[in-house]
T-cell receptor, first 116, second 113 residues
Framework: DGGITQSPKYLFRKEGQNVTLSCEQNLNHDAMYWYRQDPGQGLRLIYYSQIVNDFQKGDIAEGYSVSREKKESFPLTVTSAQKNPTAFYLC???????????????FGAGSRLTVL | GNSVTQMEGPVTLSEEAFLTINCTYTATGYPSLFWYVQYPGEGLQLLLKATKADDKGSNKGFEATYRKETTSFHLEKGSVQVSDSAVYFCALITYTGGFKTIFGAGTRLFVKA
């Protein structure tokens, strides 16, 4: 079955540590996205990538980094510079092409990061 | 800028009650509009969409009509079930060097048996 796999599902981090969240898709989608979800704030876009080896900052990119070396993979690193990293992180993919109505997002199950 | 505003929750209803979740948007041009649903502990999944004015999206008994004159995309269901308890997100797509989906804050729905 096609879909998006995020890992780990739960992650605990000590202050000052970098952590990397994995996101893999087998949908052959060109575009991939990382969102952060906090209670009562909906989803905020961190980074997105339309094609391999290219990515753009979203609305809250500070303290995060990404890479897109393969079409299937879009890992997110939460660095020690992120002051409030405790959140639920969602990865998504979409066709990224064609007209806007065709760009339905498929989401992974999410990764919950807690800073101790 | 582009944005989506949803009614605040939580919304608590009894089974078989009528549901309305309000959504209005601000956008340049004519965006496509979406409703996504998130069940506990999961990612979001598409519920329905509409791509132009007066389009009606529908799925699983839920409906929403794209109203350009009021910039709204309200979600409705005639008779809710306990299994509809979830968080509902209104969203639109913009294009700035790539397609980006902008989400509202989400509205949590509780349905009591």
């Amino acid at each position: 079955d096609g879909g998006i796999t995020q890992s780990p599902k739960y992650l605990f981090r000590k202050e000052g540590q970098n952590v990397t969240l994995s996101c893999e898709q087998n949908l052959n989608h060109d575009a991939m996205y990382w969102y952060r979800q906090d209670p009562g704030q909906g989803l905020r876009l961190i980074y997105y990538s339309q094609i391999v080896n290219d990515f753009q900052k979203g609305d809250i990119a500070e303290g995060y980094s990404v890479s897109r070396e393969k079409k299937e993979s879009f890992p997110l690193t939460v660095t020690s510079a992120q002051k409030n990293p405790t959140a639920f992180y969602l990865c998504a993919s979409g066709t990224g092409t064609g007209f806007s109505g065709a760009n339905v997002l498929t989401f992974g199950a999410g990764s919950r990061l807690t800073v101790l | 800028g582009n944005s989506v505003t949803q009614m605040e929750g939580p919304v608590t209803l009894s089974e078989e009650a009528f549901l309305t979740i309000n959504c209005t948007y601000t956008a340049t041009g004519y965006p496509s509009l979406f409703w996504y649903v998130q069940y506990p502990g999961e990612g979001l999944q598409l519920l329905l969409k509409a791509t132009k004015a007066d389009d009606k999206g529908s799925n699983k008994g839920f409906e929403a009509t794209y109203r350009k004159e009021t910039t709204s995309f309200h979600l409705e269901k005639g008779s809710v079930q306990v299994s509809d308890s979830a968080v509902y997100f209104c969203a639109l797509i913009t294009y700035t060097g790539g397609f980006k989906t902008i989400f509202g804050a989400g509205t949590r729905l509780f349905v009591k048996a």
